[in-house]
């Protein structure tokens, strides 16, 4: 069974950066998309990004573009979110999920119920 591991969050300011990974053995051999998801406290769970198994295409949602850049290390099995400027409205835990049913178009990223495999997710807090 195929469990990403998310790590690299932690506290940061306003206006702060920080760089999320999320690893897993066969991202590459098994042809896995990948999708970052958050879940702000008391709200439902919400799409970040998506990349697709070679890293060929890159989506994001809308209130992320221009702060947020996903990227895949093929080589290593690694996807990253790297996150600028950063709001207390990031606030939330990130999971990393993925699977071969989730087809990603440079128009948007699929839905949480096309992934197979989540991880257990790394809180982000912004604060000053």
């Known amino acids: 069974q195929l469990q990403p591991v998310e790590s690299g969050g932690g506290l940061v300011q306003p206006g702060g950066s920080l760089t999320l990974s999320c690893a897993a053995s066969?991202?590459?051999?098994?042809?896995?998309?990948v999708g970052w998801f958050r879940q702000a406290p008391g709200k439902e769970r919400e799409g970040v990004a998506c990349?697709?198994?070679?890293?060929?295409?890159?989506t994001y949602t809308d209130s992320m573009k221009g702060r947020f850049t996903i990227s895949k290390d093929n080589a290593k099995n690694t996807v990253y979110l790297q996150m600028n400027s950063l709001e207390p409205e990031d606030t939330g835990v990130y999971s990393c999920?993925?699977?071969?049913?989730?087809?990603?178009?440079?128009?948007?990223?699929?839905?949480?119920?096309?992934?197979?495999?989540w991880g257990q997710g790394t809180q982000v807090t912004v604060s000053a």
């Open positions: 999920a993925a699977g071969n049913r989730a087809t990603v178009t440079s128009i948007m990223c699929p839905g949480e119920d096309a992934y197979d495999y």
């Open positions: 066969r991202f590459t051999k098994d042809y896995l998309s």
């Open positions: 990349i697709a198994p070679y890293g060929g295409i890159k």
